[in-house]
């Protein structure tokens, strides 16, 4: 056999379901509200992630002027061109040899220099 609630207890129960009920719909708009701050938060965060990536690759990505591939064709180097173009003035094997030998004149050898021959030495 089941009991039948008092009045008392019936109005009891009614006002604690309508607590509930709209404290759930506070709740619920709360969440809302939370959800829609934290999109904005979230859109504003990856704004400013953006705009700090830009200017970290403006200060610390290379200086040179030829940023992209179409720019390097502006900058053609004429000496290049011309020495690709030009015969070697030295066409006998002599001249060459002679040339090598030149070279190798130039270089100087590393370490101590000698001293002069012509300096008084004492043998002690």
Known sequence: MMLQPTIEEF?????ALQASL???????SQREKLTS??????HERDLL??????MMRK???AKSEARGTEQKDMFFNEAEALAAQATPALEDG???DDALDATARKRLK?????????????VG
């Open 94 to 96: 002599d001249a060459v």
């Open 110 to 122: 590393r370490g101590r220099k000698p001293l002069d021959a012509d300096l008084p030495r004492h």
């Open 11 to 15: 109005t009891a129960l009614q006002q």
């Open 59 to 61: 200060v610390f990505a």
């Open 49 to 54: 992630k953006e705009r700090l990536d830009k």
């Open 22 to 28: 709209s404290q759930q719909e506070t709740l619920a």
């Open 37 to 42: 701050e934290l999109r904005f938060v979230s």
